[in-house]
Nanobody, 124 residues
């Protein structure tokens, strides 16, 4: 049974940093793409970043490029999202997700497994 467990969310002031973690278990993810999505109140869930587990190719939405970094640790089966220079508009619930086949798009439909989410709140 696949499990994705996020952690690391919290309250931070604008300009601050947080590192989110996603611990993955239940299968081998070496052929998967792992993604981070976020959903703010009253808004649709949006793509943030993705990483191809096998070769660490990364993808980012434009609004986080240069501020967020996605990475993975094979030994710990964990994916990270380092978030720097946070802005109030980054406030959302952040979700980790796993896609068995990645089509190189930001579509959430290719992700079969989802975590429960972790709240990130950025105060101005």
């Amino acid at each position: 049974q696949v499990q994705l467990v996020e952690s690391g969310g919290g309250l931070v002031q604008a300009g601050g940093s947080l590192r989110l973690s996603c611990a993955a278990s239940g299968r081998t993810f070496s052929s998967y793409a792992m993604g981070w999505f976020r959903q703010a109140p009253g808004k649709e869930r949006e793509f943030v970043a993705a990483i191809i587990w096998s070769d660490s190719t990364t993808y980012y939405t434009d609004s986080v490029k240069g501020r967020f970094t996605i990475s993975r640790d094979n030994a710990k089966n964990t994916v990270y999202l380092q978030m720097n220079n946070l802005k109030p508009e980054d406030t959302a619930v952040y979700y980790c997700a796993a896609a068995p086949v990645y089509y190189g798009t930001s579509s959430s439909s290719q992700y079969h497994y989802w975590g429960q989410g972790t709240q990130v709140t950025v105060s101005s």
